[in-house]
């Protein structure tokens, strides 16, 4: 399903893929094989892999006979997720911008050109399926594709502003989480948000987060989503 989309111009329009990462170097071909061949560029920003991450994400675009395809970027890691992202997207030179994480699968990618070419907004938001333990998972609707220019906010469960107003939806594409243990990530990403509130006391979003730590349910990791991007409980 879809809206909010025109007909197709002339000229196709280009997408990067952008990533974030660091010690992901198991995930690298599941990840980029799941989209290679459906975007024009692929943009891995490392934030200090010590398992080959980078290596192996090359050796992968030189299989694939595309070594050019993919943009290597390194940023020194500062306790700050969105300053990462923002980095990595400003690597990124395609006429659309795209995300995912290397935990990530994207299923239906082949569907990406004809929604960036078609598309009447500059968001276009597709379903998630964010794998928690016990068996469950929730579908969150996130901002996947978008015009250069918009930034990510929030230094842990980041989160990209746009305007609300200009946004697209489809079911044509979707990400599939597969992360297995939260452990690590959760207590990770604790000391992230202790640091923020320690440094920024007044912050919205961290204040937000924090609430939302608390509320939470037990073995559902903190997630910046909103209720309103939650579409289904599995």
């Given at each position: 399903g879809s809206a909010g989309f025109k007909q197709r111009p002339a000229e196709p329009s280009?997408?990067?893929?952008?990533?974030?990462?660091?010690?992901?170097?198991?995930?690298?071909r599941s990840c980029l094989g799941s989209?290679?061949?459906?975007?024009?560029?692929?943009?891995?920003?490392?934030?200090?892999?010590?398992?080959?991450?980078?290596?192996?994400a090359q050796a992968?675009?030189?299989?694939?006979?595309?070594?050019?395809?993919?943009?290597?970027?390194?940023?020194?890691?500062?306790?700050?997720?969105?300053?990462?992202?923002?980095?990595?997207?400003?690597?990124a030179s395609s006429d659309w911008h795209c995300w995912t994480d290397l935990d990530d699968v994207v299923v239906?990618?082949?569907?990406?050109?004809?929604?960036?070419?078609?598309?009447r907004t500059n968001v276009v938001c597709f379903p998630y399926v964010y794998r928690a333990d016990r068996g469950r998972?929730?579908?969150l609707g996130r901002p996947r594709l978008f015009r250069p220019g918009m930034a990510w906010r929030g230094r842990v469960h980041e989160y990209l502003e746009y305007d609300r107003s200009s946004v697209g939806s489809s079911s044509s594409v979707l990400w599939q989480h597969r992360r297995q243990h939260w452990g690590p990530s959760q207590s990770r990403d604790r000391r992230l948000l202790e640091r923020w509130l320690r440094d920024e006391p007044?912050?919205?979003?961290?204040?937000?987060?924090?609430?939302?730590d608390r509320d939470r349910p037990p073995h559902w990791p903190l997630s910046s989503a909103r209720p309103s991007e939650i579409t289904a409980v599995h």
């Open positions: 280009t997408i990067s893929m952008v990533m974030i990462a660091r010690d992901e170097r198991g995930n690298v989209f290679w061949e459906h975007v024009d560029e692929v943009v891995l920003c490392d934030t200090g892999s010590t398992d080959g991450t980078v290596a192996e992968f675009a030189r299989e694939r006979g595309e070594p050019d395809k993919l943009v290597i970027g390194r940023f020194e890691w500062s306790d700050d997720f969105s300053a990462a992202r923002n980095y990595a997207h400003g690597l239906g990618a082949g569907c990406l050109h004809e929604i960036a070419e078609s598309v998972s929730l579908t007044d912050s919205p979003d961290a204040l937000r987060l924090a609430r939302a």
